[in-house]
């Protein structure tokens, strides 16, 4: 059973950072897409960034050079580090998978990508910038 498990939320004020983290168990995949998603009240979940097996990255248009996703050197372990937060950034952050099943196709029509349907994500950590 996939689970992963978000840390490293809190609230912080408008130009802050904030670095979170994640930490799967219960698979093991030789090609995937991994990533953050966020969600905000009354909004619709949208993804944040993304890496792949390969280590290439994707992000929205929103958080592109303030954001940052890596994967930690221990195995199933994903960051994401947030500079220059603003309040729109405030929202349930959560970490994601999806096995590809074929190697990682990069560049447009790629297979993984902000607006991949995850199979699998976490219970989220709370993100909140003030003003």
């Known amino acids: 059973q996939v689970q992963l498990v978000e840390s490293g939320g809190g609230s912080v004020q408008a130009g802050g950072s904030l670095k979170l983290s994640c930490v799967g168990s219960?698979?093991?995949?030789?090609?995937?897409?991994m990533g953050w998603l966020r969600q905000a009240p009354g909004k619709e979940r949208e993804g944040v960034a993304v890496?792949?097996?390969?280590?290439?990255?994707m992000y929205a248009d929103a958080v592109k050079g303030r954001f940052t996703i890596t994967k930690g050197n221990a195995k199933n372990t994903l960051y994401l580090q947030m500079n220059s937060l603003k309040p729109e950034d405030t929202a349930m952050y959560y970490c994601?998978?999806?096995?590809?099943?074929?190697?990682?196709?990069?560049?447009?029509?790629?297979?993984?990508?902000?607006?991949?349907?995850?199979?699998?994500w976490g219970q989220g950590t709370q993100v909140t910038v003030s003003s």
């Open positions: 219960g698979y093991t995949y030789d090609s995937y897409c």
């Open positions: 994601a998978i999806q096995p590809l099943g074929v190697a990682p196709i990069h560049g447009p029509g790629g297979n993984c990508y902000t607006g991949v349907d995850f199979d699998d």
């Open positions: 890496i792949d097996s390969d280590g290439k990255t």
